[in-house]
């Protein structure tokens, strides 16, 4: 299926026609208010966001923001109610720290500008499920953006997330977060637990990319395009073939990052020179240093944040787990630590 389909009422201009173009959703990092026209020290532009009493850092230039903070979240696994994942995990409440962390970084004054959910949002495709993942990440008031995974049913997903009842053939969906172009890929075999992208699929990621965005793309897919973490996940991986045809469907293009799920585990690498970040589960953790032949999992879960620059991409691993406060300086110490350690002030 061509085009773009996005899913909700979130996404301005939604629900156009299947070939429509790629649909704008607006975000609020490149919105961010101005700061002040000059950074004290060296009279050169602020970056936007920041005050007109920041200094400049050692180099002599404005402190850099990204122009898009987004949430990568993966591997949900909200199960039928009353049902615990793996027969032990609360999934709804390990979901639940994990927008609980997302609502303290907006309460504090450090908001995202969209979730990225990328797939395996229910473990047995409930619909049930699928509307308590999206009551709990639509409670952000930020677009969120879903891939599926191989514990979703595809057409549950197209008609209960999506909007698209009665679509049994994967989606492709091209986002516009303000000039980042997020595109999803359906990496699903339906039944099976293993990845593939079909030729057809990677031919519309193709034409997606035809011609660069503004601030470059990003490629979601569940099926993680590197070699996974464990034994057992060697036999549930993306297809190899499909590994390589997605490397070379994206060499050339604007694609800045590829984001993935399915190993429960924080992870990165590379296909081609593009570099790959997976989310770990926001349930559980993969152990990737179990002893030979077992497959190890914990408690432990996390989300990523990814910072889009104007020269580079940066992802960092938030641990939901819960945890100690070691340090938590405020502005004021800030800038005073600032101050002695530039020789200012
Ligand atoms: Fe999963």
Same mark, same amino acid.
């Given at each position: 299926m061509p085009g773009y389909h996005p899913r909700d009422e979130q996404h301005p201009g939604a629900r156009q026609p299947a070939d429509s173009a790629t649909i704008p959703i607006p975000v609020g990092a490149v919105n961010r208010p101005a700061g002040a026209s000059s950074v004290a020290g060296s009279g050169s532009p602020a970056e936007p966001g920041w005050p007109a009493d920041v200094p400049t850092t050692p180099d002599a230039l404005p402190p850099e923001l990204p122009t898009h903070l987004l949430a990568h979240l993966s591997d949900t696994h909200l199960t039928s109610p009353g049902v615990r994942y793996n027969? !032990?995990?609360d999934a709804d409440a390990a979901l639940a720290r994990a927008v609980a962390v997302l609502q303290q970084a907006a309460a504090g004054g450090?908001?995202?500008?969209a979730v990225i959910a990328s797939g395996d949002l229910t473990d047995t495709g409930d619909p049930d499920a699928y509307r308590r993942v999206r009551a709990a990440l639509e409670s952000l008031t930020v677009p969120v953006i879903w891939a599926t995974g191989n514990h979703d049913v595809r057409t549950v997903f197209h008609e209960h997330?999506?909007?698209?009842?009665? !679509?049994?053939e994967p989606v492709l969906q091209v986002h516009d977060l303000s000039g980042l172009r997020v595109v999803v890929l359906d990496s699903t075999v339906p039944g099976a637990g293993h990845g593939v992208l079909a030729a057809d699929h990677l031919a519309e990621l193709a034409d997606a990319l035809a011609s660069p965005a503004e601030h470059g793309s990003i490629v979601v897919l569940h099926h993680a395009p590197i070699p996974p973490p464990s034994p057992l996940l060697t036999y549930f991986a993306l297809h190899r073939e499909s590994r390589r045809a997605l490397a070379e469907a994206i060499a050339g293009t604007d694609v800045r990052l590829v984001l993935a799920g399915h190993h429960h585990l924080a992870q990165s690498g590379m296909l081609g020179s593009v570099p790959v970040a997976v989310a770990g589960s926001v349930a559980i953790r993969t152990d990737p240093v179990a002893p030979p032949g077992h497959e190890h999992t914990t408690t432990s879960a996390s989300l990523n944040v990814v910072a889009v620059y104007p020269d580079t991409v940066t992802v960092s691993v938030i641990p939901i787990d819960g945890a100690d406060t070691v340090f938590d300086l405020g502005p004021a110490q800030s800038a005073e630590i600032i101050r002695r350690s530039i020789g200012r002030g």
């Open positions: 027969g !032990v995990i450090s908001p995202v500008d997330v999506l909007d698209l009842p009665d !679509v049994a």
